[in-house]
């Protein structure tokens, strides 16, 4: 079955520079979810969408910033990275609002 | 605050013993709880799923119990394999108006001795 996939896997950028996370849903999920993980952390929600609108905003940076396309994929943009940015990014998709989230393999965002 | 939380950073057990992992919430409002599974650097993988109107829930070689009355939800994974080693998330869903992301529990790391 397909699963919900992220691009790309790996990515290492410098202080302040920008940095653009992409998310592809599993086919007819029209929910996705954005997570941050931490070494040793639990994942932290970020932001979702329903129907290409913001649903819900977590623990999100200002100067972190997403959209959903009429495709349904997500792009996370993030500027100005710090070093505390480096860690894993996952995407999640759901059919529908309130129903079980199934995860990407991540992005592993690495500032240096 | 608010929170999802698990009782046992780690747990050891041997290959065919079952294992339990154990996990608390403090919303009496949830109303959706999963499980996740995940292995070191991938996603957190779909295991199993219960909502609040059920108390115990099976699937393959794994069983979920939610007890209401003490906020308690625990995840039970039947003959053990090397390959359920991992760390184990619970999250909860707060359902209801706008608010559908997963808040997580500390993970439990779960290894499996041959």
């Known amino acids: 079955a397909a699963g919900v996939i992220q691009s790309p896997r790996h990515l290492i950028k410098e202080k302040r520079e920008t940095a653009t996370l992409k998310c592809y849903p599993i086919p007819r999920h029209d929910t996705v979810y954005w997570y941050q993980q931490g070494p040793g952390q639990d994942p932290q929600f970020l932001i979702s969408?329903?129907?290409?609108?913001?649903?819900d905003k977590g623990s999100i940076p200002d100067r972190f910033s997403a959209q959903q396309f009429s495709d349904y994929h997500s792009e996370l943009n993030m500027s100005s990275l710090e070093l505390g940015d480096s860690a894993l990014y996952f995407c999640a998709s759901s059919l529908l609002r309130g129903y079980e989230q199934y995860f990407g393999p991540g992005t592993r965002l690495t500032v240096t | 605050g608010e929170s999802v939380g698990l009782h046992l950073p780690t747990l050891s057990v041997q290959e065919g013993d079952n294992s339990i992992i154990n996990c608390a919430y403090s919303n009496s409002a949830s109303d959706y709880f999963i499980w996740y599974k995940q292995e070191s650097g991938k996603g957190p993988q779909f295991i199993i799923d219960?909502?609040?109107?059920?108390d115990k829930r099976q699937g393959q070689r794994v069983t979920v119990l939610l007890n209401k009355t003490v906020k308690h939800l625990s995840l039970q994974i039947a003959a053990t394999q090397p390959g359920d080693s991992a760390v184990y998330f619970c999250a909860e869903n707060r359902s209801g108006g706008s608010n559908y992301k997963l808040t997580f529990g500390k993970g439990t790391l779960l290894t499996v001795n041959p």
């Open positions: 969408f329903y129907e290409k609108m913001q649903s």
């Open positions: 219960i909502r609040s109107n059920m």
